[in-house]
């Protein structure tokens, strides 16, 4: 009801998957029109806050980027782009820039890799969506959180184990 990073996303990623949905149902939807112009008002207010390097804050005008939200924003950009909704591609080209620069940090920086404690598989993730899979960096996180496997862990396993599958490792 607010309009933050997090709950404009999702509404709009839920838009995206709307004509699937009602496929897979074999119910109704509402008018294709309306559907495209909420979505393309989602992607105008979630660029709204992307900063200046790339990554995205939880408000318009937010000086804190925030790892998980930056990787969220991310992928429903990508997504929107694969539906062929208009996607600026600087935006885009900036915010999976800013990821690959976590990504980069993380194996230089505790500080970098404290910050992103619970971020990183989904930005690998989403990382590879890009066609930019790191694919050693990916595996070594899987090699490392392999014990104790927690209900978290294993969310960011299976994460990590689809970043390897779209970067080309079908193991």
């Not at 005008?61 to 997504?79: E, H, K, Q, V």
């Not at 996607?87 to 885009?92: K, N, R, S, Y």
């Amino acid at each position: 009801p607010y309009g933050c990073l997090e709950q404009v996303t999702s509404t709009t990623r839920t838009l995206l998957s709307l004509p699937e949905l009602v496929t897979l149902s074999g119910s109704v939807g509402g008018e294709t029109e309306t559907r495209e112009a909420m979505v393309q008002a989602g992607l105008r207010r979630v660029l709204s806050m992307q900063k200046g390097d790339g990554s995205f804050a939880y408000w318009p005008g937010g000086s804190w980027s925030n790892p998980w939200a930056s990787a969220y924003a991310t992928d429903l950009l990508l997504r929107a782009r694969d539906a062929k909704y208009a996607v600026p591609e600087q935006a885009l080209e900036r915010a999976v820039g800013w990821l690959e620069g976590q990504a980069d940090g993380v194996a230089r920086s505790e500080y970098v890799r404290n910050r992103l404690r619970g971020s990183e598989a989904y930005i690998h993730y989403v990382l590879a969506r890009a066609g930019k899979a790191r694919k050693g960096q990916i595996q070594q996180l899987i090699d490392d959180s392999m014990t104790p496997l927690t209900a978290r862990r294993r969310e960011q396993v299976y994460l990590l184990k689809a970043a390897l599958y779209i970067g080309g490792d079908r193991r």
